[in-house]
């Protein structure tokens, strides 16, 4: 019986186990029809999680206009997700977001930025899984 208890107590630290990996976008265009340019930049956080049913990933993304946080949220888990953000020189904004794997631990994450609908930019971003 004691073993049981051992065996249980083990699998559950297993299930507690996180790695996070942060990666920045580099913004492929920087086109906008407002009244003063803007610098679209973003980031993932992906966390790795292992546990009972084996290993699965949460990635977050968050987008900045001028270094100031306007899109984030959850990609689901095969990587796609429509994120809608806080307004922006009172235009609404949102992201598209899709991945695709390049390896057997990597991933490329597209995102495409809207403003009141229209296309912005598109920002590419590598991903790499630790361990």
Same mark, same amino acid.
């Given at each position: 019986?004691?073993?049981?208890?051992?065996?249980?107590?083990?699998?559950?630290?297993?299930?507690?186990?996180?790695?996070?990996?942060?990666?920045?976008?580099? !913004?492929?265009?920087?086109?906008?029809?407002?009244?003063? !340019?803007?610098?679209? =930049?973003?980031?993932?956080?992906?966390?790795?999680?292992?546990?009972?049913?084996? $290993?699965?990933?949460?990635?977050?993304?968050?987008?900045?206009?001028?270094?100031?946080?306007?899109? =984030?949220? $959850?990609?689901?888990?095969?990587?796609?997700?429509?994120? !809608?953000?806080?307004?922006?020189?009172? $235009?609404?904004?949102?992201?598209?977001? *899709?991945?695709?794997? =390049?390896? !057997?631990?990597?991933?490329?994450?597209?995102?495409?930025?809207?403003?009141?609908?229209?296309?912005?930019?598109?920002?590419?971003?590598?991903?790499?899984? *630790?361990?």
């Amino acid at each position: 019986m004691k073993n049981v208890y051992v065996c249980i107590a083990s699998l559950f630290l297993a299930a507690c186990t996180t790695h996070h990996s942060h990666i920045t976008a580099h !913004p492929q265009a920087r086109v906008s029809q407002l009244t003063q !340019p803007v610098n679209i =930049t973003g980031k993932v956080d992906q966390v790795l999680r292992s546990g009972i049913l084996g $290993k699965s990933v949460t990635s977050t993304v968050f987008i900045y206009f001028d270094d100031v946080l306007h899109i =984030t949220g $959850k990609l689901d888990r095969t990587g796609f997700g429509e994120l !809608p953000g806080i307004s922006y020189q009172d $235009k609404r904004v949102s992201s598209s977001c *899709n991945s695709r794997p =390049t390896g !057997p631990r990597t991933a490329e994450l597209s995102c495409i930025v809207f403003i009141d609908s229209q296309r912005v930019t598109t920002l590419v971003m590598d991903t790499k899984r *630790n361990k």
